[in-house]
């Protein structure tokens, strides 16, 4: 507090204003107050932040009181003419200036009330007055608002000599085109050719009716060439319509005026075809063939040539050279498909070169083979074969040589092999060698025969001609082949289940029989009988197995309390060479009897208590354990005597005794409680 604008109750800290505030001098201001307990040299300190709130106490006020601007008659409506300026030192709405017209001699001019830009309604053109007096009001937005004048004084510029006004014309109006917007022109024309007399009138007179000509896009090859003057288009270049047909050239007419105006329009110059294009064979040479002996009229190719002429200069006609053989074939003169007008053998020619033109001197010439035809079938050495392998043979061994040979040339010549039966994934055949090899490992068990056939098929791509008569497939020969799969000892004998469980009383007397197994092999003969034995698990020799037929039983009185189960691993063992096993486990369970008394931990349990304890407090726990299992071993506790006046309370589950009533040393010193465990 510079200024001792503020002061303060030291004794109730109460701050007050000593002097008016100006918020426009100062709109805040920090005090840092201090506190002192008594005497003592210890302060504590806080700031108060005072915030002066503004009033409205200062009016706009403007730059200045009074002003003159000069403005031309010819000025148009819009014309800002005058910006009035205007301060207010108050801040927020107070701060805040409105400008309008207080008073006015005319209906000429208009105010923005927020940017204070005084601007012309209409032209004052017509007026007589020479000089306007327009008082501006700037206003505040407080409340209440404040208000500020200014006087502006405006005047028209004139001139005191005679004038001699001459009506001039103006450059309102733009050329129009009268031309049309098409032309045509031929192809072959020489360069300086006339194409198009660009036209445009223009309505007005002198230098603004005087119309020039220009090209503005279209031509950037600088095929035309265009006279500014005259609007005459010309041929700059030789036209060539199979590079370009069409031609769209943007161009405008434009006046002499200031500013200058203009007109475009788009002229569109066709170019007429002329026949000065030759026909073109796609290729030069066209290679084919066709197989011998198929009747007249069989398609052979068909030739193709291009014209780049259009319309009937395009159209092509075909036809075929004189040559050797030329009369073998006849040509579409309309579509160039090329077919045998007889039957053909190769055996008298094989290859024929036809030459062919189109109506206009373009030559092409046809390389033509006669192809073999497929005409005998592949044959195999046998019709029938049988072998027998063993079933323990390496997966992709070879168990037949195929042999198949056919008299046709090429591809008809050609044998590829194959399998036509489902030979249930077992084998295959070398689609090229004919080997049949195996593809997985053979298993007698589960399959010991196969029956297959074998197809050899020639490589024709045509239709085949066969010689036989039941079976016709792509000239194939058919040929069966029977396989007889041997048994190899391959398969242990496999239990029915891994894990087995039995059950059985103790105490039950000897050969008493518990479960039976099972276990089978797919082997025959001596590989397929099975032996069953106990390998592990029967150290007391408590258990005893049928070896043929699986059936365990006892071999001794058993007792659940000495061994309530037994896990006997049992063995399956077939009578091949070498003999092959496999293993399961029985789990025998000892079924309880009740046999056994339950046991109290203690014969005799000794407990000192105070008389003065309370009501429900434990007072002691009996426990006793049973031998048995399972429902024989859950034991019942009862007090059977010595608790006649029901001082003491027993859980029969968990065998707690509590206290009941209250007890009295001078009346009974001593309780001798039997509890009962059943």
């Not at 429902?631 to 506790?637: D, H, K, L, M």
Request: glycine letters at 6%; aromatic letters at 6%; hydrophobic letters at 35%.
């Amino acid at each position: 507090d510079p200024h001792g604008s503020f002061s303060i109750d030291p004794r109730f800290g109460i701050i007050r204003t000593k002097n008016q505030l100006d918020h426009e001098t100062q709109s805040a201001v920090v005090l840092t107050i201090l506190s002192q307990l008594g005497n003592l040299p210890v302060y504590s300190s806080t700031q108060v932040n005072v915030s002066v709130t503004d009033v409205n106490d200062n009016p706009p006020v403007f730059l200045t009181k009074s002003d003159k601007v000069t403005i031309s008659h010819t000025q148009p409506p819009g014309t800002a003419v005058y910006i009035a300026r205007a301060e207010d030192k108050d801040s927020g709405l107070n701060g805040a200036i409105k400008y309008s017209i207080a008073s006015t001699q005319t209906n000429a001019f208009s105010i923005d009330p927020s940017l204070g830009v005084v601007n012309l309604t209409r032209t004052v053109f017509t007026d007589k007055q020479q000089e306007y007096t327009l008082h501006l009001a700037a206003e505040d937005c407080g409340s209440p608002p404040l208000t500020s004048l200014l006087m502006l004084t405006t005047n028209r510029r004139l001139d005191s000599l005679a004038v001699k006004i001459v009506i001039l014309d103006i450059n309102d109006n733009s050329p129009s085109f009268t031309s049309l917007p098409l032309s045509c022109v031929m192809e072959d024309v020489e360069v300086g050719f006339l194409v198009h007399h660009i036209l445009a009138e223009d309505a007005d007179e002198g230098r603004n009716g005087q119309v020039t000509y220009h090209i503005l896009s279209g031509n950037e090859n600088k095929v035309f060439v265009l006279d500014k003057i005259t609007g005459l288009l010309t041929t700059a270049q030789l036209l060539d319509r199979e590079i370009q047909e069409c031609y769209s050239l943007t161009v405008m007419a434009l006046d002499d005026g200031s500013p200058a105006l203009s007109a475009t329009q788009v002229l569109t110059i066709i170019v007429v075809d002329v026949n000065d294009e030759t026909p073109i064979f796609l290729k030069k040479l066209y290679e084919t063939a066709v197989h011998e002996n198929q009747d007249p009229g069989e398609f052979v190719i068909k030739v193709e040539a291009v014209d780049r002429d259009a319309g009937l200069n395009s159209l092509l006609q075909y036809e075929i050279l004189p040559g050797p053989g030329s009369e073998k074939f006849k040509i579409n003169s309309t579509s160039g498909e090329l077919v045998t007008a007889v039957s053909l053998d190769r055996e008298t020619q094989e290859i024929f070169i036809i030459k062919g033109n189109p109506s206009r001197s373009s030559t092409a010439q046809l390389y033509l083979t006669i192809l073999d035809e497929n005409d005998h079938n592949p044959l195999f050495v046998k019709t029938q074969y049988q072998i027998s392998v063993r079933e323990d043979l390496e997966e992709g061994s070879t168990i037949l040589n195929l042999l198949a040979s056919d008299e046709d040339d090429g591809l008809n010549g050609e044998v590829m092999y194959s399998l036509i039966d489902d030979t249930f994934g077992v084998f295959a055949i070398d689609s090229v060698t004919g080997s049949i090899l195996t593809t997985k490992a053979l298993d007698r068990e589960t399959k010991s025969q196969y029956t297959f056939r074998a197809v050899a098929s020639d490589c024709s791509t045509h239709l085949p001609r066969s010689t036989t008569v039941s079976i016709v497939v792509l000239n194939s020969a058919l040929c069966g082949v029977t396989v007889l799969i041997q048994d190899v000892n391959d398969n242990a004998p496999k239990f029915e289940q891994r894990y087995y469980k039995a059950s059985v009383w103790e105490g039950q007397s000897p050969r008493t029989d518990i479960i039976q197994v099972f276990a089978t092999d797919v082997d025959s003969g001596l590989n397929g009988e099975t032996e069953y034995s106990i390998l592990s698990g029967n150290e007391n020799a408590a258990f005893l197995i049928d070896s043929a037929r699986g059936i365990i039983a006892t071999d001794t009185v058993l007792d659940h309390e000495s061994a309530s189960s037994h896990s006997l691993v049992l063995l399956a063992s077939n009578r091949g060479m070498p003999s092959l096993n496999s293993t399961a486990t029985v789990l025998v369970t000892v079924l309880d009897v009740n046999d056994n008394p339950p046991v109290f931990s203690s014969p005799e349990y000794h407990v000192h208590i105070k008389e003065s304890i309370r009501l429900g407090s434990h007072v002691t726990e009996v426990l006793a354990s049973d031998c048995d299992a399972g429902p024989n071993a859950e034991i019942t506790y009862a007090i059977v005597s010595g608790n006649e006046r029901g001082h003491f309370r027993l859980d029969g589950k968990t065998g707690s005794v509590d206290l009941m009533k209250t007890l009295d040393y001078e009346d009974t010193m001593a309780f001798t409680l039997v509890i009962q465990a059943t």
